[in-house]
């Protein structure tokens, strides 16, 4: 397994101390871009970790939600996309419907990334209706690190918040998630 972090504004320092991948937040509905997107992408290069970038949906507008999303998300062969499908702060949530168009419109602006949902097991469990998940499922489940409690295969798993949002990767070796990334 590998093990990775993920950020958003929220987050001004991260350590990359044995970290092998970092998904940064980049954009949310349809105006919001990280303030922090830079100096996060960069302390992640700079570490050598696989970069992936997410964007949080809002509900409607899935294809001008992905159009700003590839538009706010540097651009660059190998790192990975994802959509952040949960429930807002206002308590809406996307629908399974809006989730779908979001991934494969970015799937068609983008087609050389791979683009990956996270949900957590509640959302996958009773609001996925289509069990669409694009290039792979990124699931949170806070709990075991690689046991997440989900009948679906899985790519990523957020295991718990705490201090921060950490994951590990269901790959042998970073040369292997890079080269799936690059598909």
């Given at each position: 397994m590998l093990h990775g972090v993920d950020v958003s504004?929220?987050?001004?320092d991260f350590d990359t101390d044995d970290v092998d991948f970092v998904f940064v937040k980049a954009t949310e509905g349809r105006t919001y871009v990280n303030p922090r997107l830079k100096n996060q992408?960069?302390?992640?290069?700079?570490?050598?970790?696989?970069?992936?970038?997410?964007?949080?949906?809002?509900?409607g507008h899935a294809k001008e939600q992905a159009a700003h999303f590839v538009e706010g998300a540097p651009d660059k062969p190998g790192d990975l996309l994802a959509v952040d499908w949960e429930e807002t702060g206002e308590g809406t949530r996307a629908s399974s419907a809006d989730k779908d168009r979001f991934i494969r419109e970015v799937k068609r602006l983008k087609p050389r990334h791979r683009v990956l949902l996270y949900c957590n097991r509640s959302f996958w469990r009773t609001h996925d209706t289509s069990s669409y998940a694009g290039d792979g499922l990124w699931?949170?489940?806070?709990?075991?690190?690689?046991?997440p409690r989900v009948e679906a295969?899985?790519?990523?798993?957020?295991?718990?918040?705490?201090?921060?949002?950490?994951?590990?990767?269901d790959f042998r070796s970073r040369d292997a998630m890079r080269a799936w990334a690059e598909g």
């Open positions: 504004a929220y987050q001004t992408v960069k302390r992640a290069r700079d570490a050598d970790c696989i970069v992936g970038f997410y964007h949080f949906l809002w509900p699931i949170a489940d806070y709990g075991t690190a690689g046991e295969g899985w790519r990523i798993h957020q295991y718990t918040d705490h201090p921060l949002d950490k994951n590990v990767a």
